[in-house]
Every structure is written in structure tokens, then in C-alpha cells.
């Protein structure tokens, strides 16, 4: 099979199952933090903590600004195969291609640190860069082959992962905190989920015992409510829909 072809094959095979990709991370975690010595210096003090939660924070925030601007159809959001009905080129689009695993990128960083190994930080980029970069490629190839020469115009101007907003266009349309509510109220519920395991490991691998601590027993409590009735309007009622979204 030639290589292309094989990047599009590969590529669209780990765009169906991307969503699993931080089970394999966890696991390398644990085995990073026992084996790494991510316990060394005990718990993490409210220093680290606040780093690490800016970068994932800001993770979480370009997918929330990239979400909240995007019309029905755009690409990015579907699991299941590559599916777009309209090019998405404005907003944070115009900044860069792929704002969504821009995001994803920052928040596993941020989990990452937390970790306090500084190796742990840099497999879990070049895990990144590996595994999306198939993805990405597959998903430009189904967006050249059906916006052609837009698509083209587009991504000759806008960088596929560091930003640039030297040709910045405004939104299309409105900021929708319903719709950001909507789609990525999961998003913000692994960020949660994921540094709490972090913390849970840590205080394992320093000896006192599997539970985390106050703050994230506190944020993970918030969290899973926040999750429960933000799935739960999605489900039963038509509260977060909006029209065109």
C-alpha cells in the first residue's frame, strides 16, 4: 500500500477510536509516577497545582472558543468518520487548523506536569505529535477532496497547530454558551477526572493510601454534578439545542 494511502488508512482508523487514546496515557502515568519517581517530593504543593491547572485550563479554553463560535456541520466534533458540511475558516479557525487537538494537546500537558517527572511531560507530547499527526493527515485529505481549492486557500494561510493570528478573521457567528455547554461538558469532566487520578497516584506511590486529597475530592465531587445535569439537559430536553448549531 502506498504511504499516503496508508497515512489516510491509519489515520482514519485512530480518528474513530482518538477518544480512548488517554486510557493508554493513564497507564503510562502510573507506570511513569512508581517507576519515575513522581512521589519524590511528595505532594504537589499549591504552586504546581495552579500551573498545572492554567495550561490545562487553557487547553479546555481553546476548545471552548473554537466550540462555541462553530456552525452545524463543521468538522471536528464527529466520531464515528470524517464528516463536514460546511468549512469552518473564521474565529480561532483563522488562527489555526486544528484548535480541538490544540486543546487536547495543553490539557494532557497540563495532567502531565502534575505528574512531576519531567520525561513523563515529553513522551506525552511526542505521544501527541505521533498520534495526531495521522489524524490530522487523514482529516486535511477528506477536507482537500471535498472544499478543494478553499480548503487549499486556507491552509496555505493558517498553521495546522502553533497559532498565528496574523490574518485573524472574526466569528461567522455569535459566541453559544449553550452549545459549548452541550459538547463539551465531557471535555471539562476528564480534565477533572484526569487530574484527580494524578493526584490519587502520587499519594499511592508517597504511602498515604489510594484516595486524593481535599481539593480534588472537592473539585471531582463538583465536577460529576456538574457532568450529571449537564448530560442529563442534553439527553431529556432541548434546553442547551440552538439552531444552526
Known sequence: MPLKEEFIRSGGWLFKWRSYLPLFLAAFFAAGIFWGGGAAGGAAGAARVAACLAVAALGLAVRVFAIGYSPAGAAGRNT????AEVLNSTGIYS???HPLYLGNLLMWIGVSLYSGVWWIVLVTVLAFVVYYERIIFAEEEFL???FGEDFENWARRTPAIIPSFRRWER????????SVLQKEYSGFFSMVCSFTFMDILLNIAAGRGPAPGPFWSAGFAAGLAV???LRALKRKTRLLSVDGR
Open 80 to 83: 464515528e468518520g470524517q464528516v
Open 227 to 229: 457532568y450529571i445535569v
Open 95 to 97: 488562527a489555526v487548523r
Open 144 to 146: 482537500r477532496a471535498r
Open 171 to 178: 466569528p461567522r457567528l455569535p459566541f453559544s454558551v449553550r
